[in-house]
């Protein structure tokens, strides 16, 4: 099993939708997940980060972390055209004794939002 | 606020011709530096991994090799580039202190080996 793992998409959906990604998780060591965005032939770009259970919103995305399926959300809403772009989770490597600098990533899902 | 730069951004290299990718941070002391290889469709491998100049930490056996001469500049090389090595080339930085997880990515480097 993979620690990381996220349905690659694509996913399509029209201008304005609630758009929901997902990952899950296996290593409940580090309770502590990133979703980055990444636009065709880009660098990744961090959008949040969030270390805790229940919802972090930020503008128009929210993160939510449920410990207890070991499943992370990124919501999006009122989506754009210019949303459309590969997000990528990712959660430090590590274990109980200490997390390491080295992050593990999903493989991405890649959305497009239809004007 | 910190930057990271790459270059170069497209690289059209023979096989067996060396390689030479490089990366720099500005605006930050001391970051940890990555390099990552995105294949098509696939995930960010881990390629080697830096907490200082002159320390890199390789993840997987490969054809290549890193070095930081200095403490925001990280090189990628290569003696001879195969086929393989196509790829898009990543470079990240991180705080050092372990308080915060978060890696920033550079603009990436497009590498076809043909």
């Known amino acids: 099993q993979k620690e990381v793992e996220q349905d690659p998409g694509p996913l399509s959906v029209p201008e304005g939708a609630i758009v929901s990604l997902n990952c899950t998780y296996s290593n409940s060591a580090f309770q502590y997940f990133m979703w980055y965005r990444q636009y065709s032939r880009k660098g990744p770009e961090l959008l949040m980060y969030t270390y805790s259970s229940g919802n972090k919103e930020d503008g128009r995305f929210t993160a939510q972390v449920d410990k207890s399926s070991k499943y992370i959300s990124l919501f999006i809403r009122d989506s754009q055209p210019s949303d459309s772009a590969t997000y990528l989770c990712?959660?430090?490597?590590?274990?109980?004794?200490?997390?390491?600098?080295?992050?593990?990533f999903g493989t991405g899902t890649l959305l497009a939002v239809q004007p | 606020s910190q930057t990271i730069h790459q270059w170069p951004a497209t690289l059209v290299q023979p096989v067996g011709s060396p390689l030479s990718l490089e990366c720099t941070v500005e605006g930050t002391s001391n970051p940890n530096l990555y390099w990552y290889r995105q294949a098509a469709g696939r995930g960010l491998q881990l390629l080697f991994y830096s907490v200082g100049i002159g320390q890199i930490s390789s993840e997987v056996p490969q054809n290549l090799s890193a070095s930081r001469p200095q403490d925001r500049q990280f090189i990628l090389s290569s003696k001879k580039l195969l086929l393989s090595d196509s790829g898009f080339y990543l470079c990240?930085?991180?705080?050092?202190?372990?308080?915060?997880?978060?890696?920033?990515f550079g603009p990436g480097t497009r590498l076809t080996v043909t």
């Open positions: 990240a930085w991180s705080v050092s202190l372990g308080i915060s997880y978060e890696q920033y």
């Open positions: 990712a959660q430090p490597r590590g274990n109980y004794g200490g997390a390491t600098n080295k992050l593990i």
